[in-house]
């Protein structure tokens, strides 16, 4: 996983790790920014944001969650 500041302009597609404000929307941590985000960070002036970016073969918390989950569930813990 990569974790850190980048430019706006290439966060698409990143995980927001700190929530960040483009006027009056929030966006809240761990929020996948999509194009529409980026877009709206810019206008509102958002040069930055801190990220975090998953490596090939990376699992995401959530899915790492339901793997956790339904290894437990198979085993009867």
């Avoid at 850190?4 to 761990?30: C, D, F, I, Q, T």
């Amino acid at each position: 996983m990569k974790f850190g500041p980048v430019p706006v302009a290439e966060a698409e597609g990143a995980v927001l790790a700190h929530s960040v404000m483009a006027g009056e929307k929030r966006y809240r941590k761990a929020h996948r920014l999509v194009a529409d985000d980026v877009s709206a960070l810019r206008a509102a002036g958002v040069s930055e944001v801190v990220v975090a970016r998953l490596d090939p073969g990376d699992l995401g918390e959530d899915a790492a969650a339901e793997a956790i989950a339904a290894t437990m569930q198979s085993h009867g813990i």
